[in-house]
């Protein structure tokens, strides 16, 4: 069965703390996401990458950065954590470069991340 | 830039009743994709249709149907005979090809369906 693996369900950090999301998919895939999720915001888009240490940024990088030394493993970095980055945050992984209609987009079940 | 818009945060319908959830976006390439998920109150997300930019015709996927017009941008989906499952928050998205893959996602709306 093919997977996404979120290392964390739940987190809680104390603000200023570095903190390392983790995301592992067993799929070969050249395409993974960072997002987050808030109430009446919906899934922003904070970083994608589309290969091996390449990266690109999205709607709302201020705050994180990425890395991905290996194809598998997708990393968030909050790199001093402000109780403003509470929230959910979630992988999705792709092994199609362009939207099609066998796309299939898999998903982590999510990191629930407390700033205190 | 890309942008999709859900202006709906929330909707009830009777069971059994057809639903439309609406989907605006925005972009400046020609070619792109757009999907609707849903996700209930595990967290898990769940694809649901797909249209292709190039796409004649609407998708369907069983109860599940894209209104497509595309010259206004829009990309409404249509639940037919709701049903209590049906209650979830559903998400559209878009996918350029000139992106580089990105993907991004609306608001959400949180469908609830009434007995």
């Known amino acids: 069965d093919v997977k996404v693996t979120q290392s964390s369900r739940y987190l809680v950090k104390r603000t200023g703390e570095k903190v390392f999301l983790e995301c592992v998919q067993d799929?070969?895939?050249?395409?993974m996401f960072w997002y987050r999720q808030d109430p009446g915001l919906g899934l922003r888009l904070i970083y994608f990458?589309?290969?091996?240490?390449?990266?690109e940024k999205g709607d709302i990088p201020e705050g994180y950065s990425v890395s991905r030394e290996k194809k598998e493993r997708f990393s968030l970095i909050l790199e001093s954590a402000s109780t403003n980055q509470t929230s959910m945050y979630l992988c999705?992984?792709?092994?199609?470069?362009?939207?099609?209609?066998?796309?299939?987009?898999?998903f982590g079940e999510g990191s629930w991340l407390t700033v205190v | 830039a890309q942008k999709i818009t859900q202006t709906q945060p929330g909707m009830f319908v009777q069971e059994k009743e057809a639903v439309t959830l609406d989907c605006t976006y925005d972009?400046?390439?020609?070619?792109?994709?757009l999907f609707w998920y849903k996700q209930p109150s595990s967290g898990e997300m769940i694809f649901l249709i797909y249209?292709?930019?190039?796409?004649?015709q609407n998708a369907t996927e069983g109860r599940y149907s894209l209104n497509f017009q595309k010259a206004r941008k829009s990309a409404n989906l249509v639940i037919s005979a709701s049903q209590l499952g049906d209650s979830a928050m559903y998400f559209c998205?878009?996918?350029?090809?000139?992106?580089?893959?990105?993907?991004?996602f609306g608001q959400g709306t949180e469908l609830s369906v009434k007995p």
């Open positions: 990458s589309y290969d091996v240490k390449m990266k």
């Open positions: 998205a878009m996918r350029g090809y000139n992106q580089g893959g990105k993907l991004i």
């Open positions: 999705a992984s792709t092994g199609e470069a362009a939207p099609g209609p066998g796309n299939t987009i898999y």
């Open positions: 972009t400046s390439d020609q070619s792109y994709g």
């Open positions: 799929m070969d895939h050249e395409n």
């Open positions: 249209q292709g930019s190039y796409d004649e």
